[in-house]
């Protein structure tokens, strides 16, 4: 008799609980957040405060508000050599010397 309820419940329980699968593609149960993008958002910001103001002003003039360097000379009242110049170092120096501090790499 105490087989007969073992074999009864082992069947039982089989048939009570989900089959289980295994590789199935995770991603399908992902959501879409802005995580990431917050992140990006937040050290790229964390990173321009460190920049000198001169750089930091050129950067937010040409690719934040999207200007042309001329009009970003032109705005921030520079030749458009030192604009140039300005933004050049700002990029690949100041810039990416912030983000890599702050672990970004290219």
Same mark, same amino acid.
């Given at each position: 008799?105490?087989?007969?309820?073992?074999?009864?419940?082992?069947?039982?329980?089989?048939? +009570?609980?989900? %089959?289980?699968?295994y590789d199935r593609d995770l991603t399908a149960f992902a959501e879409a957040d802005s995580t990431d993008r917050v992140l990006r958002t937040m050290t790229v910001a964390d +990173?321009?405060?460190?920049?000198? #103001?001169?750089?930091?002003? /050129?950067?937010?003039?040409?690719?934040?508000?999207?200007? !042309?360097? %001329?009009?970003? +000379?032109?705005?921030?009242?520079?030749?458009?050599? !030192?604009?140039?110049?300005?933004?050049?170092? +700002? /990029?690949?120096?100041?810039?990416? !010397?912030?983000? #890599?501090?702050?672990?970004?790499?290219?």
């Amino acid at each position: 008799m105490c087989v007969r309820r073992i074999a009864i419940d082992e069947h039982r329980s089989e048939q +009570a609980r989900p %089959p289980e699968t295994y590789d199935r593609d995770l991603t399908a149960f992902a959501e879409a957040d802005s995580t990431d993008r917050v992140l990006r958002t937040m050290t790229v910001a964390d +990173a321009l405060r460190t920049l000198s #103001q001169s750089h930091r002003e /050129i950067l937010v003039a040409t690719y934040f508000r999207g200007r !042309t360097v %001329p009009e970003a +000379a032109e705005e921030l009242g520079l030749p458009l050599g !030192t604009a140039k110049s300005r933004l050049y170092y +700002a /990029i690949k120096r100041a810039l990416r !010397t912030a983000l #890599q501090e702050r672990g970004v790499t290219e």
